[in-house]
């Protein structure tokens, strides 16, 4: 059998490199990895993407996402019986027909809204950015300041049309699902994540204290973890 990969997808205002620590303690473990470039451009053309990506890959694969990513990877391993497990990493885990703006303002908790900015393109659609002097206290509350103003500098806009484009039927319906997030989310309400881990069915939901959005730089040991978690079950 082929060696398993674990294949990472990144999600909105952030970019493949956020996964760089979580990378390392799986590489260091012996684990493959792949840190696919997300498009940010809509959700039926990402996870397209992503599920091209993965059909070039030999062997057993443990597909993890964060933010956006995790409606991404929902979408994108459909399909893929070499998919064996999928990771939400303070992700998305939509049902059929729903959008991800409608999962962060169902329940309250998010300030995400008030902390954007919108660049207009030429078709209509915009680009959502998160205002730099906003992005320490919005997305990495516990990242040092110098290293989230370069995570705000680096960070990698998402289209409207992302936002708002109903999800097809989920993956986790038939696949084993890990859930971890931080207890301080400020994009995604907490309350999200736990109704969110709770219908998927999750093996194991990892919360962790004090943590922010952007757990896979402030917390890479624990996100690997639990990734290391799910590839022990599957492999």
Same mark, same amino acid.
């Given at each position: 059998?082929?060696?398993?990969?674990?294949?990472?997808?990144?999600?909105?205002?952030?970019?493949?490199? &956020? *996964?760089?620590?979580?990378?390392?303690?799986? $590489?260091?473990?012996?684990?493959?990895?792949?840190?696919?470039?997300?498009? @940010?451009?809509?959700?039926? !053309?990402?996870?397209?993407?992503?599920? &091209?990506?993965? !059909?070039?890959?030999?062997?057993?694969?443990?597909?993890? !996402?964060?933010?956006?990513?995790?409606? +991404?990877?929902? %979408?994108?391993?459909?399909?893929?019986? %070499?998919?064996?497990?999928?990771?939400?990493?303070?992700? #998305?885990?939509?049902? =059929?027909?729903?959008?991800?703006?409608?999962?962060?303002?169902?329940?309250?908790?998010?300030?995400?809204?008030?902390? @954007?900015?919108? +660049?207009?393109?030429?078709?209509?659609?915009?680009?959502?950015?998160?205002?730099?002097?906003?992005?320490?206290?919005?997305?990495?509350?516990?990242?040092?300041?110098?290293?989230?103003? +370069?995570?705000?500098?680096?960070? $990698?806009?998402?289209?409207?049309?992302?936002? /708002? =484009?109903?999800?097809?039927?989920?993956? *986790?319906? &038939?696949?084993?699902?890990?859930?971890? #997030?931080?207890?301080?989310?400020?994009?995604?309400?907490?309350?999200?994540?736990?109704?969110?881990?709770? /219908?998927?069915?999750?093996?194991?939901?990892?919360?962790?204290?004090?943590?922010?959005?952007?757990?896979?730089?402030?917390?890479?040991?624990?996100?690997?973890?639990?990734?290391? &978690?799910?590839?022990?079950?599957?492999?």
């Amino acid at each position: 059998m082929s060696e398993l990969t674990v294949v990472f997808v990144h999600g909105a205002f952030a970019e493949s490199s &956020s *996964w760089g620590g979580v990378i390392s303690e799986l $590489r260091q473990a012996g684990h493959g990895t792949i840190a696919a470039a997300n498009p @940010l451009r809509s959700l039926s !053309g990402d996870a397209a993407s992503v599920s &091209s990506l993965l !059909g070039s890959i030999p062997g057993p694969i443990v597909l993890v !996402g964060h933010s956006y990513g995790g409606a +991404v990877i929902s %979408n994108a391993a459909t399909g893929h019986d %070499n998919v064996r497990a999928l990771v939400y990493v303070a992700a #998305f885990a939509p049902l =059929e027909g729903e959008s991800i703006f409608e999962l962060s303002g169902r329940l309250p908790g998010s300030t995400l809204g008030d902390t @954007l900015d919108a +660049v207009p393109l030429g078709d209509g659609s915009v680009e959502l950015y998160i205002r730099q002097d906003r992005f320490h206290e919005q997305f990495a509350a516990d990242v040092p300041a110098a290293e989230a103003a +370069v995570l705000a500098a680096t960070q $990698r806009p998402l289209r409207d049309i992302a936002l /708002r =484009e109903h999800a097809g039927p989920p993956a *986790w319906r &038939s696949l084993p699902s890990w859930f971890v #997030f931080g207890d301080a989310d400020r994009n995604i309400p907490v309350a999200a994540h736990r109704l969110m881990a709770e /219908r998927a069915g999750a093996k194991a939901t990892v919360e962790l204290t004090g943590t922010s959005h952007a757990i896979t730089i402030s917390r890479p040991g624990e996100v690997a973890e639990v990734i290391t &978690s799910a590839i022990a079950a599957v492999n």
